[in-house]
């Protein structure tokens, strides 16, 4: 018994040295192949750095620096400009045509104020979709959609059998321009830095063309034809412009975030041959943005307090622009001025309790003074662009603010027809000049990645002062032009102060692809 316990123990140490044997084996034999496999990552790296010695990588933003001013741009700030003048017919349309359509469904001063309010609603839903949009799948796709859905609902409209089919088929125009709008985003992206200051403000020129189109249509076709065939007439411009569009590429900066790099290459390399100039050395590298679209970012703590300030500031800018619009429109339609040299006709004060109607078309004088005021939104470009490039974007937007609130108050002052007309078109010059630097502005201070959606609700909340302003500049001037002008004034006021205090300032700063 005792042999065959002594056999047995034998055999047990055999068998555990054996097994611990092959144990070590295995043990060298996972330490030999993880130092292959260090080795093996050592090479690769070296081999990617000996590969990569001497090589040389630009940006899109050094990209379109090296490219330059060129033809391509002169193609872009037509066409895309020429997307201001539809937006501008769309949005100025409802300052000729409320006398119309105020008899013809003889409507009371909150139902004139509420097409308008409508068209901004739709504006301002639409405003944050086709800025996610944009930013997820592309500038260019959420642009030529806004051309082809505004001019579809815009005929439409012209076929309104009721005011209140008029109303949505307006608000469903808001919905297309606000994707139209996104145009500023893709132009912003392919101009050089130093030339921003100087092309964006001078998109005004078109926005006034298309001001002076559509008041010059009302002039001429209202009154032969009515303002149904004024509304068809006015969507030409934009068919052309859905033909035009097809000349211009997606946004270089869009592909590389999207990871697109060799689309953006394709992109960049067309406008450098366009402009006789070259792509910089090297292979363009950026990283990809997963993160595109994402609105949590525009309240992160690097752009919270930018975010909350530029969206009152798009407030006050669409508050106070519509509002000069439609007063200066109300003030002629109702002849509420204070002139001291007034006609026969306008020596009569078109407000009678009681009635639902006023049926007082505008005539050839009246229509007179809104093209003047209308070429007050350009005539002052010059000023504008020094103000851009000598005091910077949130200098600019202070004083043209405290300008705007002093000459609000100056129109209810008694004057001349002349003298009306003269304070009107400086008001439209600032008006519009302020909108113009919080464009730039808030185009230039978000990073590629949320530029589009941050425009979008931009936007959106500039559209709520535009649906406020209505309520304001034709149902409260009705009772009180001093109590409906304080409005625009207070907040123009409000907003200076807080321009103050936005924290960035994007004078020659380059366009950020990230956060």
């Not at 909350?308 to 001025?337: D, H, M, Q, R, T």
């Amino acid at each position: 018994m005792t042999g065959g316990r002594k056999g047995s123990s034998m055999k047990t140490q055999l068998v555990n040295a054996i097994q611990l044997q092959e144990l070590e084996e295995e043990e060298v034999e996972v330490e030999v192949q993880q130092e292959e496999e260090e080795r093996n990552k050592r090479d690769a790296v070296q081999n990617q750095a000996n590969g990569t010695q001497g090589q040389k990588f630009y940006s899109v933003e050094e990209a379109v620096e090296s490219i330059g001013f060129g033809r391509f741009h002169i193609l872009l700030f037509i066409i895309m400009g020429s997307a201001n003048i539809v937006e501008a017919m769309e949005i100025m349309l409802l300052a000729v045509v409320s006398p119309e359509i105020r008899c013809e469904w003889r409507l009371e001063d909150w139902q004139v104020a509420l097409v308008s309010t409508m068209v901004f609603l739709g504006f301002m839903v639409c405003g944050v979709l086709c800025g996610y949009v944009a930013d997820k799948y592309g500038r260019w796709k959420v642009v030529f959609g806004g051309f082809v859905w505004a001019a579809y609902f815009s005929v439409l409209t012209s076929f309104a059998p009721s005011y209140g089919w008029f109303i949505f088929l307006r608000s469903m125009v808001g919905c297309g321009v606000a994707a139209t709008s996104q145009g500023f985003v893709l132009k912003t992206e392919f101009i050089p830095a130093k030339h921003r200051a100087f092309l964006l403000p001078l998109a005004s020129i078109f926005w006034m063309m298309g001001s002076l189109l559509i008041i010059i249509l009302g002039m001429t076709v209202v009154p032969t034809l009515g303002w149904r065939w004024m509304i068809r007439l006015s969507v030409v411009p934009g068919l052309i412009l859905i033909g035009l569009f097809q000349l211009i590429p997606e946004s270089a900066r869009f592909q590389v975030s999207a990871g697109n790099v060799e689309g953006a290459v394709a992109t960049l390399k067309w406008i450098a041959k366009m402009n006789g100039a070259s792509l910089p050395e090297g292979e363009l590298r950026e990283p990809v943005v997963t993160e595109r679209g994402n609105a949590v970012t525009l309240i992160s703590p690097s752009f919270r307090r930018t975010s909350l300030l530029l969206w009152y500031s798009w407030f006050v800018a669409s508050f106070s622009y519509y509002g000069s619009v439609l007063s200066s429109s109300e003030l002629l339609e109702k002849n509420l001025l204070c002139v001291t040299d007034g006609d026969e006709k306008h020596s009569i004060k078109h407000i009678k309790e009681g009635e639902l109607c006023y049926c007082i078309p505008f005539n050839m004088a009246d229509y007179q003074t809104l093209l003047i005021s209308c070429l007050g939104e350009v005539a002052l470009i010059p000023l504008n662009i020094g103000l851009l490039n000598i005091v910077g974007r949130k200098s600019s937007m202070i004083i043209l603010l405290l300008l705007s609130a002093i000459f609000f108050m100056l129109v209810n002052i008694c004057t001349t027809m002349f003298g009306f007309t003269v304070l009107l078109f400086l008001l439209r010059s600032l008006v519009s000049m302020n909108f113009n630097v919080v464009y730039i502005y808030t185009a230039e201070v978000y990073p590629t990645s949320v530029r589009s959606i941050g425009m979008g609700f931009c936007t959106s909340f500039s559209r709520i002062g535009g649906m406020i302003a209505p309520f304001i500049a034709q149902v409260l001037m009705s009772k009180s032009v001093l109590l409906a002008l304080c409005p625009f004034s207070v907040t123009c006021c409000l907003c200076a102060v807080g321009t103050i205090l936005l924290p960035i300032e994007t004078r020659g700063r380059a366009l950020l692809q990230n956060e």
